[in-house]
């Protein structure tokens, strides 16, 4: 069984308050999973930078939220007639070569209208989609110009997927990670799925020492989750089958959070049962732009999730806000503290 990654792991700074994760980077404010996103959410002062992985036909690691490029790219105008027939592009059918002719956008609807219409605009394209050593590589260097450390959050996307096409996604992640002296940093590293299949593969056949963290879907509809019982992997047995192959979960934001009654809000217990089981909470995800019904503004949110819920993390869209947050808590804190 691996030992739960305490709280207070980290780069120097991070103490045992709540993590910052940067939700594909600051994508409140630039199109998610570019390398200028990533730049932005280091410099809001983010502990850990997300980044989704999937391989190209070649297998080299690229970051993207899906297995698809339509969302996020120009693809269908660049390389028309190379779509699956769902219609949709997936990364597995282009070579890297390929991959890099494209340009990166806002997120869009099926329909072509942005996700987020009062976010970045939802131009032709910002830049190329990155590979995970460019971005490693990038956070490196930023790491090293500022002094200050924010940590790689990888999300392996279809394990099960691209293995039934032949590759191997938790190894080629694993590799790149080795090739760039990130394999053994597990206070800077934290490996993601929603697959127990990759996490037990990580563990217990790539024999990775970095932390693992299970992500819980937010439904239970098998049209969405497959074969996978997240309803039986929120239960204490579940919790305690996770921990042996995990460090800690990553639920949505709603199997914590349940709405207000009155203006008190419904609050489950999931974070306390899973700390129960020695597992780290790191919800997802955090939008000021985006606020659960009876949230009157974001700071609320906050408060919600770190004071009443004591989470070991989260996942937010603007790192910036959630940073400043943390650190005027901290502040209030040490001001009571002194007065005591």
């Known amino acids: 069984m691996i030992s739960p990654v ?22 409140a404010y630039l199109p998610e999973h570019t390398l200028p996103a990533k730049a932005l959410a ?21 970051v993207l939220h899906d297995v698809h490029l339509d969302s996020t790219t120009d693809v269908a105008s660049r390389f028309s007639g190379r779509e699956r027939g769902d219609g949709r592009f997936y990364a597995i059918d282009f070579t890297l070569a390929e991959v890099q002719q494209l340009r990166a956008h806002e997120r869009l609807n099926r329909d072509g209208r ?63 990670l080795r090739d760039n002296q990130w394999d053994k940093r597990s206070d800077d590293v934290y490996l993601q799925s929603f697959e127990p299949a990759a996490l037990r593969y990580l563990h217990d056949d790539l024999k990775t020492d970095l932390p693992l963290i299970q992500l819980l879907a937010d439904s239970d509809d098998p049209d969405q989750t ?6 039986r992997l929120r239960t204490d047995e579940g919790l305690r089958e996770i921990a042996t192959y995990a460090n800690g979960i990553g639920p949505s934001l709603n199997q914590l959070y349940q709405g207000k009654r009155g203006e008190v809000p419904v609050l489950t217990d999931l974070v306390a049962r899973a700390h129960k089981a020695r597992l780290l ?30 989470v070991d993390g ?27």
């Open 281 to 310: 909470v790191h919800p997802y995800t955090l939008r000021a732009d985006q606020l659960p019904d009876g949230i009157s503004d974001f700071d609320e949110l906050h408060r919600v999730l770190v004071d009443s819920l004591d």
């Open 42 to 62: 280091h410099a809001q002062g983010a502990d850990f930078i997300e980044q989704d992985v999937v391989l190209t036909r070649d297998g080299i690691p690229i």
């Open 226 to 231: 497959g074969d996978i019982d997240f309803g």
């Open 114 to 176: 942005p996700v987020f219409p009062e976010r970045f605009p939802a131009g032709p394209g910002l830049s190329q989609v990155p590979t995970l050593e460019e971005e490693i590589q990038l956070i490196d260097g930023l790491n090293r110009s500022t002094g200050r450390v924010a940590g790689l959050y990888i999300e392996l996307k279809g394990f099960a997927f691209h293995a039934e096409n032949g590759l191997d996604l938790a190894e080629a992640v694993i590799n790149v």
């Open 314 to 340: 989260f996942f937010t869209d603007f790192p910036d806000r959630s940073a400043t947050f943390l650190q005027s808590q901290s502040q209030s804190l040490g001001q009571s503290q002194s007065h005591e």
């Open 6 to 27: 305490s709280a207070e792991v980290g780069a120097e700074g991070r103490g045992e308050r709540s993590i910052v994760i940067a939700h594909r980077g600051a994508s």
